[in-house]
């Protein structure tokens, strides 16, 4: 059986280049979100979209021993900037997770947003022209976790998660919970997909919690992309990020 586009295992063939099939896949991805995106906007105009009544503080991550390690080792590896996306990717993804109503393993999420850009720090185990960065991210967080001795089931789902969220979507029966929502949570932080269906106050004070500050340069480095890897790709297609995330907006 084939593995899961995106997933660790299937990075182990390549390193997270793409085939031109998988590159079908990954624009069929983006395709799928603006539709999405698309409908939102129908649904809202009609008011027929509710946001989710929660906030920040409802989402606060448990306080285990998981997410004290997963804090920890982010603060110490990530620039400000970079960090704050890495907060504001979990509480969208639990922010939109409870707008779908569904149940899942919130330390793992909360480890796997803290680090899903792991992969672009100081940090990082490969060379970003060597190996997706996604892809070694998630071998980096999953093999610290294994040292700290945390499942093996746990630290896979976490590293999956984290290697699957450039897929940019990435859904739930597929991938899981956790996977589904990493990857909700960097969209609408970056992109602003679907949200639309989260509370106008909660956007605002997660802003005002954990600035935007200079996000652009936190994740676009000078340094060469693996060829043909998902944020090569994208880059080529679309140059990068906006000049202007849409996070900046929010008053």
């Known amino acids: 059986m084939q593995p899961r586009f995106g997933t660790l295992n299937w990075g182990r063939r390549s390193n997270g280049v793409l085939t031109r099939a998988e590159r079908l896949h990954f624009l069929s991805n983006m395709a799928f979100l603006a539709v999405r995106e698309a409908v939102d906007i129908v649904r809202t105009t009609l008011g027929v979209l509710s946001p989710v009544n929660l906030e920040l503080s409802d989402l606060a991550p448990p306080d285990t021993r998981i997410v004290k390690d997963a804090e920890e080792y982010a603060r110490a590896t990530h620039t400000q900037d ?9 509480y969208f993804g639990a922010m939109l997770g409870a707008y779908q109503k569904l149940s899942y393993d919130r330390e793992s999420h909360f480890a796997a947003a803290l680090l899903h850009d792991i992969g672009l720090t100081e940090s990082r185990i490969a060379p970003l022209k060597q190996c997706c960065f996604a892809v070694s991210g998630g071998r980096q967080a999953r093999d610290f976790l294994l040292d700290k001795h945390y499942s093996a089931e746990q630290a896979q789902v976490i590293g999956d998660a984290i290697s699957a969220h450039l897929n940019l979507y990435v859904p739930t029966r597929r991938y899981g919970e956790v996977a589904s929502l990493v990857a909700k949570g960097a969209v ?64």
């Open 188 to 251: 609408c932080d970056l992109f602003g997909f679907e949200k639309r269906r989260l509370p106008e106050e909660f956007k605002s004070e997660l802003l005002r919690t954990y600035p935007a500050g200079d996000i652009r340069a936190a994740l676009l480095s000078d340094e060469e992309l693996a060829t043909g890897s998902r944020l090569d790709v994208g880059r080529k297609l679309f140059g990068g990020l906006p000049e202007r995330i849409w996070i900046h907006d929010i008053k």
């Open 82 to 90: 970079l960090l704050s996306h890495a907060y504001r990717t979990y």
